[in-house]
Nanobody, 125 residues
Framework: QVQLVESGGGLAQAGGSLRLSCAAS????????MGWFRQAPGKEREFVAA????????YYADSVKGRFTISRDNAKNTVYLQMNSLKPEDTALFYC??????????????????WGQGTQVTVSS
């Protein structure tokens, strides 16, 4: 079992930045590839970014490529999502998720076994 707790969400202006964190506890964090997903009001949850267990490979949705950066610190059992050049359409509830290592890249929800409760990001124009 893995528990995931997101933090760092809030209100930002368009063009601004936020950094999300996801702290993991339970099973060995370095066993898992990690991902970020988001769900905007009235929309389905969508993939944002993923990182391998070692951090040596990352994968992004086209909508955030070049603006968002996923990283992890296995010593701190934490994965991060640095979000720059934010846009109003980035407004969403952001979730982190953990997936047992295997096929890469991982961008489908069913590939992730454990999920956090989410942190709200709101970007004003």
């Amino acid at each position: 079992q893995v528990q995931l707790v997101e933090s760092g969400g809030g209100l930002a202006q368009a063009g601004g930045s936020l950094r999300l964190s996801c702290a993991a506890s339970g099973r060995t964090f370095s066993m898992f590839a990690m991902g970020w997903f988001r769900q905007a009001p009235g929309k389905e949850r969508e993939f944002v970014a993923a990182i391998t267990w070692s951090g040596d490979s990352t994968y992004y949705a086209d909508s955030v490529k070049g603006r968002f950066t996923i990283s992890r610190d296995n010593a701190k059992n934490t994965v991060y999502l640095q979000m720059n050049s934010l846009k109003p359409e980035d407004t969403a509830l952001f979730y982190c998720a953990a997936s047992y290592s295997g096929r890469w890249p991982k961008y489908r929800e069913y590939e992730y076994k454990y999920w956090g409760q989410g942190t709200q990001v709101t970007v004003s124009s």
